[in-house]
């Protein structure tokens, strides 16, 4: 791990890729909206050590739901020499308003499956009331099925 943060330390595609589980398409993507700027040696690649810190932000971001223009932005003020004080405290700003977003995405889904599963139970119910034979009990709605579709197929073998 100690070798991976020599400064001087360069990577191929393939290690990056290997890394941090990414396609070449997306750093390749990444290299084409500008958040990622390797050498070349010829044709080929050559990322740095701040070129991996900064693919290493930019998947960071998009798992958390960070946009490709805010992910743009923080990585920017990484290259400022304040000690990095400005990327942290925009971090800091964005990462808060990003986790009250999923809170609030969070809150909406269980409402929804609170919602989803009342629903359900006045459909079985109401269903049970009047078909209980198609009430969707995974393995008694399964036989039902069968039993209806092998007398179905025998009706039409004349047995």
């Not at 998947?59 to 942290?88: H, P």
């Not at 808060?96 to 409402?111: C, G, V």
């Amino acid at each position: 791990m100690a070798d991976l943060r020599r400064p001087e330390r360069t990577f191929t595609i393939r290690q990056l890729c290997n890394e941090f589980k990414a396609t070449p398409r997306a750093l390749r993507f990444y290299e084409d909206k500008g958040l990622l700027n390797p050498a070349r040696e010829g044709l080929n690649r050559v990322y740095s050590h701040k070129d991996r810190v900064r693919l290493q932000l930019i998947l960071r971001g998009k798992r958390v739901g960070l946009s490709l223009s805010e992910i743009r932005e923080l990585l920017d003020l990484y290259d400022e020499n304040d000690q990095g004080a400005a990327q942290m405290a925009r971090s800091l700003k964005k990462f808060r308003e990003r986790a009250t977003a999923l809170e609030q995405q969070r809150d909406d889904i269980d409402s929804a499956i609170v919602e989803l599963r009342e629903a359900c139970d006045r459909l079985e119910k109401r269903l049970g009331e009047i078909r209980p034979d198609l009430l969707p009990r995974a393995a008694d709605y399964e036989q039902v099925l069968r039993a209806r579709l092998d007398g179905h197929a025998e009706a039409m073998l004349g047995k």
